[in-house]
DNA sequence: CGCACAATTGAAGCAGCTCAAAATAAGTGG
DNA sequence: CCACTTATTTTGAGCTGCTTCAATTGTGCG
């Protein structure tokens, strides 16, 4: 993806072209990345955002033997590693699920950013707030779902989020992503996430294959997994509508440094 | 609990005291409330927000056949309706768990505040960053722990977030929250709750009477739950320590209004 | 073609659930 | 302060949704 779209995605969408164009002259560089890696690590005090330009990307956290939870899915438009430049540190982990790159931006060139620019402002502290939002549908998800609701669910959300970035081709959407990874993703073992998928398309719901799912049925997968799109305020998330959150973050003044 | 004692609390701790006596002005009155009701619900759009000062309450969703998912416990010091100051509409409802009071601060009062003192946006900034920390760890628990391991993590959890607001009597903290709604924030069933905490019990990491909880094997109780504090951002959180962030959200100048 | 990984299917086990009842605690009105 | 009511905790027994283990089939790619 060229550098020249960097800002037509997420929540950068609503955004001026003076505004979107000053974003792009903050990226410094643009990095690749393969499969499978790291792009953040837990603990990570990075001094730069990575903005995802192609590719999916995921927040994760690790048990000690080893067992996995996938916390979101990051997709191009997606500032990875946001919260850390609040925080300071990276509580979680980003690793990529498929190929991709994506943008750097250090984070006293965002902060000088959201100085000048107050919009870019209200679009990082808009993001923040959806993506805990999602945190919170997401843990019902876990909580509160059975199987098979869940993984209803987590398609209809995953198919309204990659169409907010135009991303889906009318009711398919491409889902480069293996079903272990879909497990750690709905707190369930692999194995399962395979009946419950061969389920859903035996329902009719979904079509799937070469990693392209097809909703067939929205009202009956929508119904499956009892979703309400509400939570992912996609009247704003959407490049399609302009914000109109009242209250919005700001950096403060330079000089104070995050962690001893 | 006296409204001189509001600032006290929480991500209050380590403002000036101009800056708490500035938020307790901001309190236009107190309100109480009794056990098992809303302070707020589900598609609320409200104009103040409430800062608990005694008393338990907690975020949840509920889904339509009733089942319903505990999202985090509020307790004093924590403004339980942040989200809806910044994002205007609430995704989810507050409920309370015990009688207690809350400091009714109006938005516009709260905003006014975050331009004359920067810091206070920063405390409400961070408390909101601190609660994404939060569910992420929420969700792994949900996700991907046993029901023992989830048990002994959240109480470790709910010591130390106690513990950081005065609310600790050493080991020992009130838990005045039925079995039935710790079986909501974990994800289980209220039977099961009840024999994973007798196997706590039996296991000599807590002693349970009357709605208190004793942790009499620290080390036993933070391994059976492999808990690590460090998403709770406890340096920070802290009222021992003063603040570190480097970036903080300010409110954008007044007039834009949130939702159609 | 053949290697490595992912998807699929089967069979058996278990963690946690459901249903049901008893014991205990907590209110509540007299 | 007691008798009565109601909610909560506790325990038992059986069930099931999901897991575990293991093997087979399919698939992308050098």
Redesign the pocket.
Known sequence: MPISLICHFGQFGWLSPEEKQAIRDAATRIRSFG??EDLVSLGDHPTDCKLILSGYACAYKLLFDG?RQILSFQIPGDICDLPAFFLGRMDHAIGTLTSGNVAIIPHEVLLDLTQIYPRIARALSHSILVDAATAREWMVRLGR??????TAHLLCELWLRLDAVGLTQGDNFKLP???????DA?????????????QL?ESGLIT????TVKINDWDGLRNAGEFTPDYLYPGQNSRLQRPRSRVVPQPEPRGVRQEA
């Open positions: 499969p499978d067992r779902r059975t199987a098979y609701e869940r992503v293996t079903q272990a990874r879909l497990a709905l707190g369930l073992t692999p194995v399962h996430v395979n009946r419950i998928l061969k398309r799937l294959h070469g990693g």
